[in-house]
């Protein structure tokens, strides 16, 4: 049936400008622009002083990261805007192999949200970790055959393209053989070394925190995701790029984002309307939102309200709050005056619900697991960066009479990683600045890429109770004060997300965010995500692994002690 949208004024992604205009959609189609009427349409809605816009994309996020199923996430997002996602499952891929991906194609089917697969590029991320699973370019040939693949993941490994590894050449050989698009990820690589990286295919990248090294970027051809998540908040620095002539290359992604920040503050919605508030054009982020990610992607007919483009489109009651009322996907409503209309949810097949629900192999944890043997007394620490996934080496001196090393009045603590998916009995553990927090200890299931155990504390005894903790419920996240958890987030399905409804996993994450507080985390500081990140050694500088620290810059395994 076809559906008119009277009386509103459309935001033309292709010149920036507003033309008052009706919209006639054609089922999945938008079939004219203009001055349709009433008598060519089966329905009318009346959108007078409304405007009519493409829905959003979100052109990177890892929908594990909001530890929603991709029906949750549907629920949540597509109210606030957001159409369609390209999503890389590296992080359910990296615990449970191919069958992860399959199992996010299976529980993303028929949703009223278009979710585009990257095949994840890096399992694991670099050879220093240790992940479930090793995923060579055999394994992920046969997959670019799904319509919804569009390419290539995040190349995290970005030494071994330089160094011309092998597989990772192989990867990105298919990629390019098939007419696939190559994601990037290479923080703070720059002049030859980037030159390099970029002629081996990669087309964006979506780690960039400067504005100079944006634009070094977009001066040689990629495009720039514009990030703003719940660790990683880079707009602030990056609005410079709302600007011409760099605008038209950049897109909008939120890369990992909680599910508390997507009920509260919202989706791609949320990054237009902070770039709003600090100045910027609402027209030029809903055209990074839309079309620009399009482009980026080769999506055809898709990002624009203009004849045989998609049906993709929202109706705003303001353009410069991004105040959704409508959506339509597919020309069908699936949003009315903001309430999501319901959808049934995909069925999952057995065998890989049944991959997914067992994934941890390891034995319980006892306080002398976290005993640091005192060998000298300078040694390297993780420094955390507020806001950035970016961390720095510092070099510490150690009062070993104090607490085996930990050192409250100078912010010292303790940090761990343990191998969880093969039994190996692996671990790491060092110490780490600038978490702020003065008793208890946290643990998590979640820990990029390669999802082991993550514990972060101030004494060994709390740091055993959390982990202990987050194995007996399968995955998840957990406080701990004292021995008694005092907040705990189930996380079964890989350790990584959870088959409850978005608002009741939102009601726990806001719990386990305050519990972290009580331990004397700074308001503001989200220890949960930003510690997953430290155990990721393709982010400089230094990263914390199952087998010991290691200096990104250098990519080589280095002493806690210097």
Not at 47 to 56: A, D, E, Q, S
Not at 342 to 356: D, G, I, M, N, Q
């Amino acid at each position: 049936m076809k559906t008119l949208l009277a009386g509103g004024t459309v935001v033309n992604v292709f010149t920036g400008e507003l033309e008052r205009a009706n919209v006639l959609l054609d089922g999945p189609i938008i079939a004219g622009v203009g001055d349709y009427t009433a008598d060519e349409a089966g329905a009318v809605e009346d959108v007078t002083g409304k405007v009519i816009c493409p829905g959003f994309i979100d052109g990177h996020m890892h929908i594990e990261s909001t530890m929603l199923l991709p029906a949750e996430l549907a629920r949540v997002s597509v109210p606030h805007g957001t159409t369609a996602i390209v999503a890389d499952p590296h992080e359910i891929t990296n615990v449970c192999g191919v069958s992860g991906v399959s199992f996010m194609l299976d529980a993303s089917e028929g949703i009223p949200l278009t979710v585009y697969i990257m095949l994840p590029s890096c399992v694991p991320a670099t050879p220093f970790d240790e992940a479930g699973v090793e995923l060579g370019a055999k394994q992920l040939r046969p997959m670019y055959v799904h319509p919804r693949v569009l390419g290539l993941a995040e190349m995290m490994n970005y030494p071994g393209v330089l160094a011309g590894d092998p597989d990772v050449m192989q990867k990105l050989a298919d990629a390019k053989r098939l007419g696939k698009v190559i994601d990037g990820h290479a923080p703070l690589l720059s002049g030859k070394a980037l030159d390099r990286y970029i002629a081996a295919g990669v087309s964006d990248d979506h780690e960039c925190s400067s504005f100079e090294e944006a634009r070094e970027r977009i001066r040689k051809g990629q495009w720039l995701m514009i990030r703003q998540g719940t660790a990683a908040r880079n707009l602030s620095e990056l609005l410079p790029l709302f600007d011409e002539p760099y605008a038209q290359r950049c897109l909008l992604v939120t890369d990992d984002r909680h599910p508390a920040d997507l009920i509260a503050e919202g989706h791609i919605d949320n990054i237009i309307r902070r770039a709003v508030q600090a100045g910027k054009s609402a027209i030029t982020g809903i055209q990074m939102a839309t079309l620009r990610a399009a482009q980026c992607y080769g999506l055809r007919g898709v990002g624009a309200v203009a004849p045989g483009y998609a049906a993709d489109v929202l109706v705003l009651d303001d353009l410069d709050t991004v105040a959704v009322r409508d959506v339509y996907r597919a020309g069908n409503k699936v949003v009315e005056d903001g309430r999501m209309l319901p959808f049934e949810t995909p069925r999952v097949r057995e065998h890989l619900w049944k991959a997914a629900r067992n994934s941890f192999y390891m034995e319980l944890l006892r306080a002398e697991d976290f005993f640091i043997e005192p060998k000298g007394e300078r040694c390297r620490a993780i420094r955390l960066i507020e806001d950035q996934l970016l961390t720095q080496e510092e070099i510490v001196r150690i009062d070993w009479t104090k607490n085996n090393g930990v050192d409250l009045e100078r912010d010292l603590l303790k940090i761990a990683v343990v191998e969880r998916h093969l039994h190996t009995g692996h671990r790491g553990v060092g110490f780490i600045c600038g978490a702020g927090m003065k008793r208890g200890a946290i643990a998590s299931s979640v820990s990029h890429d390669s999802h082991n155990l993550i514990v972060m504390g101030t004494n060994d005894t709390d740091m055993a109770a959390a982990g202990n903790h987050v194995l007996h419920m399968g995955g998840g996240c957990a406080v701990v004060e004292n021995g008694q958890v005092i907040a705990a987030m189930p996380l079964p399905i890989a350790g990584l997300m959870s088959a409850k409804p978005a608002a009741e996993v939102a009601r726990e994450n806001e719990a386990l965010r305050a519990a972290v507080h009580t331990l004397g985390v700074p308001q503001g500081t989200e220890l949960f995500m930003t510690m997953a990140f430290v155990s990721l050694p393709v982010i400089p500088a230094l990263k914390m692994t199952t087998q010991g620290l290691v200096d990104v810059n250098r990519q080589r395994r280095v002493s806690l002690y210097v």
